[in-house]
């Protein structure tokens, strides 16, 4: 029979009755119901939250190689290897917004830095935010140049660029220091007038 709407079953053994427990000791799930006698998994509603061990220190805790921090300041490259540079004509201007257009990067708003994986052998002049040391030699010793773009990676970073926290405390201090001033001269000219 060709299958249709009406007629599709799931595949014998793929599905199962739920168990029915606390439904008396013939059924097989009866008294405690596969829970087992007291304790603490034994009660309604109680579950241990994940990765608890009874008290003792956790695995997630013994492991110190876990530990670390993650840098708000870090700066993350869209990586370019010399080896993709090649697809480009000789005597051509290579920008981040060229390399985006050509597929090369995926995200234009990160800063370029290109590696020295692979050969070139044909003159390009390259502007990028950072060089590797081996791909500028490379790049030079084919005839092209490399410039590096002045805005730099710390215009990338979000705190670095709106001033960073203590630049917003300053702020926020000059305003109440001037609510304040203002605040004690105009009780002083009510002062003065009673």
Known sequence: MPLSAHNLRPVPG????????GRGDGSGHGSYSG?????QK??????????FEGGQNPLIKRMPYKRGFINPFRVEYALVNLKVLSRFPAESLVTPEVLHQAGLIKDKRRPVKVLGYGEIERPLTVAAHKFSRQAK???E?????CQEIEEGPKAQVGRAASGGPKARVGRVRKVAGRALKAGTEASGR???RR
């Open 14 to 21: 793929s599905r199962h009755r739920p168990k029915r427990v």
């Open 42 to 51: 034994a009660r309604a509603g109680r579950k241990p939250r994940l990765g």
């Open 141 to 145: 010793a084919a005839g092209g140049r």
């Open 190 to 192: 009510s002062g003065g």
């Open 35 to 39: 829970k087992g006698m007291k304790g």
């Open 137 to 139: 030699e490379k790049i």
